[in-house]
């Protein structure tokens, strides 16, 4: 059997990215958080996502009891699977859950950021830290009915390039993930609207879009004073950089892009008379 490794801390998106990496790779099958799955569906296994506590959660991801390694193990030998993706916190635990189910030695290592942007895992840390959300890679209709009062919502479709449907994932909010912090959007928006106001060549910021999955991107509309006595293009690349140093700091948000669409004001200030 040939084994894949792809680690990285929690919360970097690993799961996110998984069906799309193992596509890419021409892996049939995941292990993921003690889950066994095929093609885009969970064939075997327990997700540690459901586990009252993280002691036992980290012990089913990473196969301590024998009846779930049978389990798996026998799914494995069923499906005739020859290529096979571990996903783990670290490489030691890849290698733990390679041992562990008798997959032999792991040929290929990858980690989180030889995939995803480091826009893209700061968002993921982000989201992890403020709202609780886990992903899963398998369907919303595949997860065990006596946990649905710990899904939040269905995930999303995930296409190949070629847009062939290649799985879905689930979000829930684990027992062991009490704590979460729910930022509303209107919270980013009036960020925004208050580091413009700091701009005296700035009328108003009629409107903030931002877009946080995928690489995350922020829309901004502003209007300016008039008469123009200043250089328009470096107070655009001051307004843009102030923007993302504030999120970058003090959200851990890094934007792939900040756009302004700028407008000129109705209103004409009166110039000074002498």
């Given at each position: 059997?040939?084994?894949?490794s792809?680690?990285?801390?929690?919360?970097?998106?690993?799961s996110t990215?998984a069906l799309t990496f193992?596509?890419?790779?021409k892996?049939?099958?995941?292990i993921?958080?003690?889950?066994l799955?095929?093609n885009?569906q969970?064939?075997?296994?327990?997700?540690?996502?459901?586990?009252?506590n993280?002691?036992?959660a980290?012990?089913r991801?990473t196969?301590?009891?024998?009846?779930?390694?049978k389990e798996?193990?026998?799914a494995?030998?069923n499906?005739y699977?020859?290529?096979i993706?571990?996903i783990?916190?670290?490489?030691?635990?890849?290698?733990?859950?390679?041992?562990?189910?008798?997959l032999?030695?792991?040929?290929?290592y990858f980690?989180?950021e030889?995939?995803?942007?480091?826009s893209?895992?700061?968002i993921?840390?982000?989201?992890r830290?403020t709202?609780?959300?886990?992903?899963?890679?398998i369907?919303?209709?595949?997860?065990?009915?006596?946990f649905f009062?710990?899904?939040?919502l269905k995930?999303?479709e995930i296409?190949?390039?070629?847009r062939?449907r290649?799985?879905?994932t689930?979000i829930v909010h684990p027992?062991?993930h009490r704590?979460?912090i729910?930022?509303?959007?209107k919270?980013?928006i009036?960020?925004?609207k208050?580091?413009?106001?700091?701009y005296?060549?700035i009328?108003?910021?009629?409107s903030a879009?931002?877009?946080?999955q995928?690489?995350p991107?922020?829309?901004v509309?502003?209007?300016i004073k008039q008469?123009i006595?200043f250089?328009?293009?470096?107070?655009s690349?001051?307004l843009?950089?102030?923007?993302?140093?504030y999120?970058?700091n003090?959200l851990?948000?890094?934007?792939s892009?900040?756009?302004?669409?700028?407008?000129m004001?109705?209103?004409?200030?009166?110039?000074?008379?002498?």
């Amino acid at each position: 059997m040939e084994v894949f490794s792809l680690s990285g801390p929690s919360g970097t998106g690993k799961s996110t990215s998984a069906l799309t990496f193992a596509h890419k790779h021409k892996i049939p099958a995941i292990i993921d958080d003690g889950l066994l799955i095929f093609n885009g569906q969970k064939i075997a296994g327990t997700s540690a996502k459901f586990e009252k506590n993280s002691l036992t959660a980290v012990k089913r991801a990473t196969f301590f009891f024998e009846d779930h390694v049978k389990e798996i193990q026998m799914a494995i030998n069923n499906y005739y699977i020859e290529r096979i993706l571990i996903i783990g916190t670290s490489e030691r635990m890849t290698k733990t859950i390679a041992l562990r189910l008798n997959l032999g030695e792991i040929k290929h290592y990858f980690h989180v950021e030889d995939i995803r942007s480091s826009s893209e895992i700061k968002i993921a840390q982000f989201v992890r830290k403020t709202e609780g959300k886990h992903i899963i890679p398998i369907p919303y209709k595949q997860v065990d009915p006596n946990f649905f009062k710990k899904i939040i919502l269905k995930g999303r479709e995930i296409f190949s390039p070629k847009r062939e449907r290649i799985g879905e994932t689930t979000i829930v909010h684990p027992d062991f993930h009490r704590g979460s912090i729910i930022i509303h959007k209107k919270v980013y928006i009036d960020l925004v609207k208050i580091i413009c106001k700091g701009y005296q060549e700035i009328e108003d910021c009629k409107s903030a879009q931002f877009q946080l999955q995928g690489l995350p991107i922020l829309n901004v509309s502003i209007t300016i004073k008039q008469p123009i006595r200043f250089n328009l293009f470096e107070m655009s690349e001051r307004l843009q950089s102030d923007i993302r140093i504030y999120f970058l700091n003090h959200l851990n948000i890094e934007f792939s892009s900040i756009n302004l669409y700028i407008q000129m004001s109705k209103k004409t200030e009166s110039l000074p008379v002498k």
